[in-house]
């Protein structure tokens, strides 16, 4: 069935945000276990490559080496296969159905050039729009929002970006505005969990050394949760965008593993 989409339908911010914490919260340890390799692996790449605070106080365009690149370009290879693999596992639990852990690796690594070439692109033009003023950044990324459950639930292939556009159309100030939210919880988490690992390990925040065991840490942890949080907040996004254009919800979209 196929709604109206001049009827507007208030995509309802608040709901979105609280499903997706329900969502979370009901297989939150699925989630953290698969999120948790690339969030390690992007957090090394961080400490061991990206320019220090020595660094950019002696030369402020150090974000501009080649290394910052190379950081850049993998952290966004680790987060979009961490996405991956944790809308795969929300889908699931919308399904109600159990944790195919072997099926969300196998799913996610043959979908992995579209979804790690169409992430870097999306990454790049929002990164560039940022640059201009942080508004148009979010625009771009509201835009786009919706990109890779298109891609791994629909097979929509190259032409997802082209989906997510037409999926968001006219929902994409209320797509911002949950970007505000969220990113205020992502924002108190993120000085929680540094206040405790810099507490337990004294190496948190405003330690000297530029690489150390809690900069790691909380790095790994942040990005594990952030990671976790925003798949099933995309695929929520995802789920809520498809039921008012077209009236469906999980149970249209095929089982990959059937």
Do not use: H
Not at 192 to 211: E, K, N, Q, Y
Request: charged share 10%; proline share 4%.
């Amino acid at each position: 069935m196929q709604i109206d989409p001049s009827a507007r339908i208030p995509l309802g911010v608040s709901q979105v945000i609280q499903m997706s914490f329900q969502r979370f919260f009901a297989r939150i340890g699925v989630y953290l276990m698969l999120a948790v390799g690339p969030a390690f692996l992007a957090a090394l790449l961080g400490a061991a490559l990206a320019p220090s605070a020595e660094d950019l106080s002696v030369n402020a365009f150090a974000f501009l080496s080649a290394s910052t690149i190379v950081v850049f370009l993998m952290q966004t290879v680790l987060g979009a296969i961490g996405t991956g693999l944790v809308i795969y596992a929300a889908a699931d639990t919308e399904r109600q159905a159990p944790a195919r852990i072997a099926g969300y690796f196998g799913a996610t690594l043959a979908n992995l050039v579209p979804l790690v070439v169409l992430s870097l692109v999306v990454s790049v033009i929002g990164v560039l729009a940022m640059f201009a003023l942080i508004v148009p950044g979010l625009w771009v990324f509201a835009v786009f929002s919706v990109m890779t459950p298109a891609l791994l639930l629909e097979a929509t292939g190259w032409g997802s970006m082209q989906r997510s556009q037409e999926m968001t159309q006219g929902y994409r100030w209320p797509i911002v505005g949950s970007f505000f939210q969220m990113g205020l919880i992502f924002l108190v988490i993120t000085v929680l969990i540094g206040l405790v690992v810099g507490l337990s390990t004294g190496s948190g925040f405003g330690a000297p050394p530029s690489v150390n065991l809690g900069s790691i840490l909380t790095e790994t942890l942040t990005t594990t949760l952030f990671s976790g949080l925003s798949a099933v907040f995309v695929l929520t996004l995802y789920l809520r965008l498809k039921e008012i254009r077209e009236g469906s919800g999980i149970s249209s979209v095929s089982d990959v593993f059937r």
